[in-house]
């Protein structure tokens, strides 16, 4: 019985995955740029740019790929991040259960969260200043946002040398 559910819950993840790619190909453009601008295959970028396009088409978030994330982040934790993602859980829950942030955008923040630690805190930032420059929706697709925080971040915190050419 749990091997039907957990394949139903797949078929349904792909079944998305599929939908969100005949929706809205021109906002693949962008998020292949981000892949690209980071410089390396990091499979937490790639997989924060399949989040990325579907959640800009569908606003839904597939648990198959926040999973992934909390894999990862479980592997490459320690206490101080371990502390932060719990907290970061805590805080977020209530705005779950009164619709105004979804409950993937939860899993993929306490994903992250885990694997970034306190540089959780400059993704959300400037996840939340891009959101207000370039969204004039209602609803925000959050996981988009925190894609291009993720690279920002990536780009600025671990490979920015300002004094390279020296």
């Not at 079944?15 to 980071?38: C, T």
């Amino acid at each position: 019985m749990m091997m039907k559910n957990l394949f139903s819950w797949i078929k349904e993840d792909i079944f998305i995955i599929i939908n969100s790619l005949k929706l809205n190909k021109k906002i693949l453009l962008p998020i292949i740029l981000g892949v690209v601008l980071y410089g390396k295959i990091n499979i937490l970028i790639l997989l924060m740019g399949m989040i990325a396009f579907i959640d800009f088409n569908t606003f839904y978030i597939p648990d198959i790929f926040n999973y992934s994330i909390i894999l990862i982040g479980i592997i490459n934790t320690n206490f101080i991040n371990l502390t932060i993602s719990i907290i970061i859980l805590l805080i977020l829950l209530p705005y779950s259960k009164k619709d105004k942030l979804g409950f993937g955008d939860i899993k993929l923040l306490f994903g992250l969260s885990l694997f970034y630690g306190y540089n959780i805190f400059y993704i959300l930032i400037f996840s939340v200043i891009l959101s207000l420059i370039f969204s004039k929706k209602e609803k925000v697709p959050l996981g988009y946002y925190l894609f291009w925080g993720v690279v920002i971040e990536n780009i600025w915190f671990f490979n920015f040398n300002p004094f390279s050419f020296f």
